[in-house]
């Protein structure tokens, strides 16, 4: 069955640090991956898009790889500050053409002063 | 401004009496979409829609109801509501597959 695994549940990490979180998927072939931001009791925003051609993207502090032969995402986010204390959300969509997004439980990032 | 917005933020409702979450959205977006969100859990789908009068089950479909007779509206139909129902439900839109999605602000339902 599919899968979407992030690997820590919680990430606790000094302020000023580069944080990077791990998303792995088994039996999917993605053409794309999503990460999203989720902080408490609110619906998840879009951070960025990447796609299976691409090896990396970045958007301000925050950066994401795609290896699609390990299979695996990786998000990073330099320089963190407290307000990036959030959860991170990785996603996929079932296959091409498919409308069914499915989420990882998702890392939960506190950005220690 | 471009939102997706659910109705009713916040419901106590007691076990098997229907209710009805509604879910808007004002950016022309063919596909939207039910997720539940539960503690360890995650985010899981309950349904989705590709267009008008077109639905289909996600990963928790049983106990759900939905329609989607306009392009903007999703609402989501709890027939008999029981109490392993009580979550925190979120509605999704998007321009289609492999796009970015736009959450609403939640509803958290309590069934007692």
């Known amino acids: 069955s599919q899968k979407i695994e992030q690997n820590s549940e919680a990430l606790n990490i000094q302020e000023g640090k580069t944080a990077t979180l791990t998303c792995n998927y088994t039996n999917y072939s993605p053409a794309y991956l999503q990460w999203y931001r989720q902080d408490p009791g609110r619906g998840p925003v879009f951070l960025l898009l990447?796609?299976?051609?691409?090896k990396e993207k970045r958007k301000e502090r925050l950066k994401v790889t795609f290896d699609t032969t390990l299979k695996q995402s990786l998000f990073h986010i330099t320089a963190s500050q407290p307000a990036d204390s959030a959860t991170y959300l990785c996603?996929?969509?079932?296959?091409?053409?498919?409308?069914?997004?499915?989420f990882g439980k998702g890392t939960k990032l506190s950005v220690i002063p | 401004e471009a939102q997706v917005t659910q109705n009713p933020r916040y419901l106590i409702t007691v076990t098997g009496k229907k209710l009805t979450v509604t879910c808007s959205q004002n950016?022309?977006?063919?596909?939207m979409s039910w997720y539940r969100q539960d503690p360890g859990l995650g985010l899981r789908q309950i349904y989705y829609s590709m267009n008008v009068e077109v639905t289909d089950k996600g990963d928790v479909p049983e106990g759900y109801k939905v329609s989607r007779k306009e392009k903007r509206n999703f609402p989501l139909i709890l027939e008999s509501p029981s109490p392993n129902q009580t979550s925190l439900y979120f509605c999704a839109s998007g321009t289609g597959t492999n796009t970015e999605a736009f959450f609403g602000q939640g509803t958290r339902l309590t069934v007692v």
């Open positions: 950016m022309n977006h063919e596909y």
């Open positions: 996603a996929l969509y079932s296959g091409a053409g498919s409308y069914q997004l499915t």
């Open positions: 990447i796609r299976e051609n691409e």
